[in-house]
């Protein structure tokens, strides 16, 4: 079994090709995506059906998985909640439909992000590598918000020696928040600065990420404490981080 | 200060405003109103006439008893006077008084008596006449004793007694006193009790019409209730119905009109339900089947899309024929794109599948960012963007992206017809409405275009070219949009003067105000007026 800590990962990515899931249901999409990931460096395995999703994804453990939602079989949206609950690996949605319930249902269900069909190579590049990409900047290495303790370079979470276990994305979003206490992040900075978008996106990725996060870190989620929201303009962190 | 004149006047007209409402909103409160005057109307005129004929009546007869009874003492006591033998004052005066003790003693408490000399009298024999009361002689008026001449009549008139508001009458007559010369002689008659029974019978009068009156009102409240409580009654049902609850219907009762009144309804009620099912389910296939050809296009054209990126970022590779051919295919596949996406999104909006996400926002932000990022489009076709904005905020609850593709629509298309002329753009808002105007200068419209402009794939000019890879649907769903959130998309032209379109979004929910932010009409000049000019980022990268 390979070793799954993020930084780990990151220095796989380095080290040699970062393995990417395809599932996709249709042969040209998944044939056409293999030699663009390809082109790019990346090693593409495929699965065509929802059924054995969950057991290709166990035997190659990928780096990133793209994932269809309309599938034979077990839905995306459900591959998606149970690999999400063994799993913290990044999860790009390709939808067909941009149907705003779908998305929204994708996000909820655990997915990282998406990218809706047709897309241009370039554009699913982009987002696989955002997903690659760590926070490798040397700030301190352990920032404390409110009563969580975050190690930054071990990826780890806790409050009061207890480990919360965050999705990779997740706690870049805390992170993110935490190095700059006080200060207030649009959702357009956040989706820059976390998800790599360089225009104007759907800042419902936000939104429905900054629930997870919530949900998994405070401890009210109806009176968050940690992750507050500044009315009209975004999100800022909370708490009196030393 | 006219705004707070008009504050007190609001204020002042807020009751009668809440009358009115009440008047028009209730048909109980204006039958009973109406009932309530024609009643009381009625009974005042009754009332009136009753009591003037029974007043007439009563002293009538009074006066006719009064008039007998003082001739006959007035022929008694001179017929006395003739007969004595009296000369001198002494004796005169003793008759005067005798006489007046027997008129005194016939007349009764009623009765008030007054002698007068008469004002022609020259006798040398000066009596004091007698009176009942001092006071009472105010009572006689000049004109009465006037039309009193001596050997005459007698002449009546009313008065009221002095010292009080009894109403009386005077009854006067001449009597000659030998050699005393001419007198008057007066009765003073008290009406106290005819006004007396006047009064009682008023009371009475006024007790049974209020009676009659309130009796009236009951019986219409019942009656108007018996016919309006079915009607409100349907009115809920329909009020239900319409809030969706399509399985309510009306109770039947009897089988009166009001039985065909609930029937008639349900049967009305049953009917609409059937077609709203109907509908519903052609809503639900029709968005089933877009879902469908969206998927079912997208996945091919996925294929294709990244096969045909593949093809163009490898174009150098290729001889000049294929590489153009590349190039070719990856331009028309973002038309193509552009096309499926703006088509769908339309049949979208026509099967009532759109669903909008609604925030605060202020949509000079909106503009600004969109013209931004047109700069450079129009920039290549050598137009140029100005962008105005009047002072404060524009915000509104919309859905942004949908209101940044309407400006993107209606920048775009007025760059594609500015002919290389400015395009000028201007936000300004009022308390209920936020505006966008979109102006060009370029080849403009005829007024049977500007009816046809939202039209889906029409265009002005079959011969020309899109330059800026519009769709033919982008003023059609541009549209739509605005009024998916209550507002209203215009246009405007004039052959070779350009054309204008203002988009106008209601901040609140009571939708667009009377008055519009910005003027449909307008010339280059009149911007400086609407607005302050925004720099845009981009102007000053230079691009």
Same mark, same amino acid.
């Given at each position: 079994m390979r070793d799954k800590s993020p930084k780990h990962r990151a220095w796989h990515h380095v080290a040699m090709a970062a393995k990417i899931l395809v599932v996709d249901d249709d042969p040209a999409v998944a044939e056409m995506t293999g030699i663009v990931l390809r082109a790019d460096g990346f090693e593409p395995v495929f699965c065509d059906h929802g059924d054995r999703a969950l057991d290709v994804f166990r035997a190659e453990q990928p780096d990133v998985i793209l994932l269809d939602l309309m599938l034979p079989g077990k839905s995306g949206i459900d591959i998606c909640r149970e690999i999400r609950a063994e799993s913290g690996v990044p999860i790009i949605m390709l939808t067909a439909k941009s149907d705003t319930v779908d998305v929204v249902l994708g996000l909820e269900s655990g997915a990282d992000d998406y990218v809706p069909k047709p897309f241009k190579p370039r554009e699913l590049i982009a987002r696989v590598r955002a997903r690659l990409r760590r926070n490798d900047s040397a700030a301190p290495s352990v920032v404390r918000i409110g009563d969580l303790e975050i190690d930054v370079t071990g990826h780890r979470v806790s409050r009061d020696g207890e480990v919360i276990q965050l999705t990779p994305l997740e706690f870049d979003v805390l992170v993110t928040l935490a190095r700059h206490p006080g200060k207030v992040f649009t959702r357009e900075v956040l989706l820059e600065d976390v998800w790599g978008y360089r225009h104007a996106a759907d800042t419902r990725l936000v939104n429905v990420h900054i629930q997870r996060l919530r949900a998994k870190i405070e401890r009210d989620p109806e009176n968050?404490?940690?992750?507050l929201t500044v009315r009209g303009v975004g999100y800022k962190a909370g708490g009196h981080s030393q | 200060m006219i705004r707070r004149a008009g504050a007190i006047g609001a204020m002042l007209l807020a009751p009668m405003r809440k009358l009115y409402r009440r008047w028009t909103h209730s048909m109980l409160l204006r039958v009973i109103t109406s009932t309530l005057v024609v009643g009381l109307a009625a009974v005042a005129l009754l009332g009136a006439y009753v009591t003037t004929e029974i007043r007439d009546g009563l002293v009538d007869k009074r006066i006719e008893r009064v008039l007998a009874e003082s001739a006959r003492d007035v022929d008694g006591t001179q017929q006395a006077i003739d007969a004595s033998t009296a000369e001198t004052p002494g004796d005169l005066q003793d008759l005067v008084y005798d006489q007046f003790e027997a008129q005194s003693r016939l007349g009764g408490e009623g009765r008030s008596i007054v002698w007068l000399r008469s004002p022609s009298n020259d006798a040398d024999i000066v009596l004091t006449p007698p009176v009942t009361?001092? *006071?009472?002689?105010?009572?006689?008026s000049p004109a009465l004793r006037e039309s009193i001449e001596p050997g005459g009549g007698q002449f009546w008139q009313f008065t009221t007694m002095p010292g009080s508001d009894e109403p009386a009458v005077v009854v006067g007559a001449p009597i000659h006193l030998r050699s005393a010369g001419p007198y008057e002689l007066y009765f003073v008659y008290s009406l106290a009790d005819e006004q007396e029974t006047l009064a009682l019978i008023q009371r009475v009068l006024a007790l049974g019409a209020g009676v009659l009156v309130g009796l009236v009102l009951f019986m219409t409240w019942t009656v108007t209730l018996q016919a309006v409580r079915p009607v409100r009654a349907a009115a809920r049902v329909a009020a239900r119905l319409a809030d969706g609850h399509l399985t309510e219907r009306m109770k039947v009762k009897g089988h009166d009109e009001m039985a065909t009144l609930a029937t008639t309804f349900n049967d009305m009620a049953a009917s609409l339900q059937r077609q709203i099912n109907r509908m519903e389910d052609l809503s639900r296939l029709q968005r089933r089947f877009v879902s469908d050809v969206s998927h079912e296009l997208r996945t091919p054209l996925t294929t294709i899309r990244m096969a045909a990126d593949v093809l163009h970022d490898a174009r150098g590779e290729f001889e000049p024929a294929v590489a153009r051919s590349a190039e070719l295919l990856a331009t028309q596949l973002d038309r193509f794109e552009a096309l499926l996406a703006d088509l769908l999104e339309i049949s979208r909006i026509d099967a009532g599948a759109a669903q909008l996400d609604f925030d605060e926002h202020d949509i000079a932000d909106i503009a600004r960012d969109q013209i931004e990022g047109l700069y450079p489009a129009a920039a290549e076709q050598g137009v140029e963007l100005r962008l105005w904005v009047q002072a404060g905020r524009h915000t509104a609850s919309m859905d942004a992206p949908r209101v940044g593709r309407i400006i993107r629509n209606l920048v775009s298309n007025a760059i594609e017809h500015a002919q290389e002329k400015p395009v000028d753009i201007a936000v300004a808002s009022t308390q209920r409405t936020v505006a966008v105007l979109v102006r060009d200068y370029g080849v403009g419209l005829a007024p049977s275009q500007v009816q046809r402009v939202f039209d889906r794939f029409w265009r002005a000019d079959p011969a020309r070219a899109r330059t800026m890879g519009g769709t033919g649907l982008g003023l059609s769903i541009a549209r739509e949009d605005a009024m998916l959130h209550d507002g209203s998309l215009e246009a405007w032209g004039k052959p070779g003067d350009g054309a204008a379109f203002r988009l106008m979004l209601p =901040? /609140?929910? =009571? /939708?667009? /105000?009377? *008055?519009?932010?910005?003027?449909l009409e307008t010339t280059a000049d009149g911007f400086e007026a609407l607005g302050e000019r925004v720099p845009l980022a981009t102007e000053a990268v230079g691009l």
């Amino acid at each position: 079994m390979r070793d799954k800590s993020p930084k780990h990962r990151a220095w796989h990515h380095v080290a040699m090709a970062a393995k990417i899931l395809v599932v996709d249901d249709d042969p040209a999409v998944a044939e056409m995506t293999g030699i663009v990931l390809r082109a790019d460096g990346f090693e593409p395995v495929f699965c065509d059906h929802g059924d054995r999703a969950l057991d290709v994804f166990r035997a190659e453990q990928p780096d990133v998985i793209l994932l269809d939602l309309m599938l034979p079989g077990k839905s995306g949206i459900d591959i998606c909640r149970e690999i999400r609950a063994e799993s913290g690996v990044p999860i790009i949605m390709l939808t067909a439909k941009s149907d705003t319930v779908d998305v929204v249902l994708g996000l909820e269900s655990g997915a990282d992000d998406y990218v809706p069909k047709p897309f241009k190579p370039r554009e699913l590049i982009a987002r696989v590598r955002a997903r690659l990409r760590r926070n490798d900047s040397a700030a301190p290495s352990v920032v404390r918000i409110g009563d969580l303790e975050i190690d930054v370079t071990g990826h780890r979470v806790s409050r009061d020696g207890e480990v919360i276990q965050l999705t990779p994305l997740e706690f870049d979003v805390l992170v993110t928040l935490a190095r700059h206490p006080g200060k207030v992040f649009t959702r357009e900075v956040l989706l820059e600065d976390v998800w790599g978008y360089r225009h104007a996106a759907d800042t419902r990725l936000v939104n429905v990420h900054i629930q997870r996060l919530r949900a998994k870190i405070e401890r009210d989620p109806e009176n968050p404490e940690i992750v507050l929201t500044v009315r009209g303009v975004g999100y800022k962190a909370g708490g009196h981080s030393q | 200060m006219i705004r707070r004149a008009g504050a007190i006047g609001a204020m002042l007209l807020a009751p009668m405003r809440k009358l009115y409402r009440r008047w028009t909103h209730s048909m109980l409160l204006r039958v009973i109103t109406s009932t309530l005057v024609v009643g009381l109307a009625a009974v005042a005129l009754l009332g009136a006439y009753v009591t003037t004929e029974i007043r007439d009546g009563l002293v009538d007869k009074r006066i006719e008893r009064v008039l007998a009874e003082s001739a006959r003492d007035v022929d008694g006591t001179q017929q006395a006077i003739d007969a004595s033998t009296a000369e001198t004052p002494g004796d005169l005066q003793d008759l005067v008084y005798d006489q007046f003790e027997a008129q005194s003693r016939l007349g009764g408490e009623g009765r008030s008596i007054v002698w007068l000399r008469s004002p022609s009298n020259d006798a040398d024999i000066v009596l004091t006449p007698p009176v009942t009361e001092q *006071r009472l002689v105010t009572a006689i008026s000049p004109a009465l004793r006037e039309s009193i001449e001596p050997g005459g009549g007698q002449f009546w008139q009313f008065t009221t007694m002095p010292g009080s508001d009894e109403p009386a009458v005077v009854v006067g007559a001449p009597i000659h006193l030998r050699s005393a010369g001419p007198y008057e002689l007066y009765f003073v008659y008290s009406l106290a009790d005819e006004q007396e029974t006047l009064a009682l019978i008023q009371r009475v009068l006024a007790l049974g019409a209020g009676v009659l009156v309130g009796l009236v009102l009951f019986m219409t409240w019942t009656v108007t209730l018996q016919a309006v409580r079915p009607v409100r009654a349907a009115a809920r049902v329909a009020a239900r119905l319409a809030d969706g609850h399509l399985t309510e219907r009306m109770k039947v009762k009897g089988h009166d009109e009001m039985a065909t009144l609930a029937t008639t309804f349900n049967d009305m009620a049953a009917s609409l339900q059937r077609q709203i099912n109907r509908m519903e389910d052609l809503s639900r296939l029709q968005r089933r089947f877009v879902s469908d050809v969206s998927h079912e296009l997208r996945t091919p054209l996925t294929t294709i899309r990244m096969a045909a990126d593949v093809l163009h970022d490898a174009r150098g590779e290729f001889e000049p024929a294929v590489a153009r051919s590349a190039e070719l295919l990856a331009t028309q596949l973002d038309r193509f794109e552009a096309l499926l996406a703006d088509l769908l999104e339309i049949s979208r909006i026509d099967a009532g599948a759109a669903q909008l996400d609604f925030d605060e926002h202020d949509i000079a932000d909106i503009a600004r960012d969109q013209i931004e990022g047109l700069y450079p489009a129009a920039a290549e076709q050598g137009v140029e963007l100005r962008l105005w904005v009047q002072a404060g905020r524009h915000t509104a609850s919309m859905d942004a992206p949908r209101v940044g593709r309407i400006i993107r629509n209606l920048v775009s298309n007025a760059i594609e017809h500015a002919q290389e002329k400015p395009v000028d753009i201007a936000v300004a808002s009022t308390q209920r409405t936020v505006a966008v105007l979109v102006r060009d200068y370029g080849v403009g419209l005829a007024p049977s275009q500007v009816q046809r402009v939202f039209d889906r794939f029409w265009r002005a000019d079959p011969a020309r070219a899109r330059t800026m890879g519009g769709t033919g649907l982008g003023l059609s769903i541009a549209r739509e949009d605005a009024m998916l959130h209550d507002g209203s998309l215009e246009a405007w032209g004039k052959p070779g003067d350009g054309a204008a379109f203002r988009l106008m979004l209601p =901040r /609140g929910s =009571r /939708g667009l /105000g009377v *008055r519009p932010p910005l003027p449909l009409e307008t010339t280059a000049d009149g911007f400086e007026a609407l607005g302050e000019r925004v720099p845009l980022a981009t102007e000053a990268v230079g691009l």
